[in-house]
Nanobody, 119 residues
Framework: QVPLIESGGGLVQAGDSLTLSCVAS????????VGWFRQPPGKEREFVAG????????FYADSMKGRFTISKDSAKNTVILQLNNLKPEDTAIYFC????????????WGQGTQVTVSS
């Protein structure tokens, strides 16, 4: 069973919004927190945001604050990343992750979903 399954990526224009979803199962669902990383083309992976299943405590990378919002629905085992006012530099593969900290949880990884923002 794949522990993290992302959906919602696609091709959008600059200024558009997009909602990414991730359903967690198994050990990923039992972890303390879930989160998102992204990897732009030709660059390293970078942390976006994390949130705890219990209490909903969230943490964002400084560069991700303002346009991105992470939320969760514990009953549906789902974590959501809302992307607003997208820019071409947001083009990346977005990965759902889980782990024992809201700051860059990285013990479990999904396969990723592609977000492409055209100018």
């Amino acid at each position: 069973q794949v522990p993290l399954i992302e959906s919602g990526g696609g091709l959008v224009q600059a200024g558009d919004s997009l909602t990414l979803s991730c359903v967690a199962s198994g050990r990923a669902r039992s972890a303390y927190a879930v989160g998102w990383f992204r990897q732009p083309p030709g660059k390293e992976r970078e942390f976006v945001a994390g949130i705890s299943w219990y209490g909903g405590h969230s943490f964002y990378a400084d560069s991700m604050k303002g346009r991105f919002t992470i939320s969760k629905d514990s009953a549906k085992n789902t974590v959501i990343l809302q992307l607003n006012n997208l820019k071409p530099e947001d083009t990346a593969i977005y990965f759902c992750t889980a782990g024992e900290t809201t700051v860059a949880p990285n013990e479990y990884w999904g396969q990723g979903t592609q977000v492409t923002v055209s100018s």
